[in-house]
């Protein structure tokens, strides 16, 4: 099947620690973004890469790193730094004017 | 890009059509108006969108105003599984249709729709 595959889907971590969310897609398109979604909010955009090895700050940047090494992959890090890191994660791609969303992590600090 | 305003919320009667307004007062030439649609704790969805004519597709109708300064998505008969977050977006598309540029969502309309 053609998608976007984010994994895990729930992910849990103790205060302080680095964790890695995965985002991989076999659509062949350029851009792909990360968005953070919070209860009863819409979706902020994090970071977003229109091309491998290039990627830029969304509007909420800060505690959070990505790398763009392949086409396929986009994994976002959520640092220590992230002072609230606990919410719902989405990436998405797009092309030729429809973008696509995969299904989404649920990231806990405990 | 620009920004959108949309209601906070609103209700419609099951069956009967939704009409969901948009305000994009400050759209350039060049940029598409968008719907995505998010139901509870999933990924948005493509809905349409369009430059300056009216649009329709298998889920719902576009309205753009001659100005282009708002738009209306219209589900024409609601149901209980169209209950979810209404997202409407302005972006710059290149050319071919290519978009490009960041994708921004603002808060959204929650559409309830009842029995």
């Known amino acids: 099947d053609g998608g976007i595959t984010q994994s895990p889907k729930y992910l849990f971590r103790k205060e302080g620690q680095n964790v890695t969310l995965s985002c991989e897609q076999n659509?062949?398109?350029?851009?792909m973004y990360w968005y953070r979604q919070d209860p009863g909010q819409g979706l902020r955009l994090i970071y977003y890469?229109?091309?491998?090895?290039?990627?830029q700050k969304g509007d909420i940047a800060e505690g959070y790193s990505v790398s763009r090494e392949k086409k396929e992959s986009f994994p976002l890090t959520v640092t220590s730094a992230q002072k609230n890191p606990t919410a719902f994660y989405l990436c998405?791609?797009?092309?030729?004017?429809?973008?696509?969303f995969g299904q989404g992590t649920r990231l806990t600090v405990v | 890009d620009a920004k959108t305003t949309q209601p906070t919320s609103m209700d419609c009667a099951e069956g009967r059509a939704a009409n969901l307004p948009c305000n994009h007062s400050?759209?350039?030439?060049?940029?598409?108006v968008y719907w995505y649609r998010q139901i509870h704790s999933q990924g948005p969805q493509y809905i349409i969108h369009?430059?300056?004519n009216n649009e329709t597709n298998e889920m719902a109708s576009l309205i753009i105003t001659e100005d282009r300064k708002s738009s209306t998505l219209i589900l024409p008969h609601a149901t209980l599984r169209d209950t979810a977050v209404y997202y409407c977006?302005?972006?710059?598309?290149?050319?071919?249709?290519?978009?490009?540029?960041?994708?921004?969502f603002g808060q959204g309309t929650i559409l309830t729709v009842h029995p």
């Open positions: 998405a791609t797009d092309r030729n004017t429809e973008a696509f």
């Open positions: 659509l062949n398109h350029d851009a």
């Open positions: 890469s229109q091309i491998v090895n290039d990627f």
């Open positions: 400050t759209i350039s030439g060049n940029e598409y």
């Open positions: 369009g430059l300056k």
């Open positions: 977006i302005v972006r710059a598309t290149g050319a071919g249709g290519t978009s490009y540029g960041k994708l921004t």
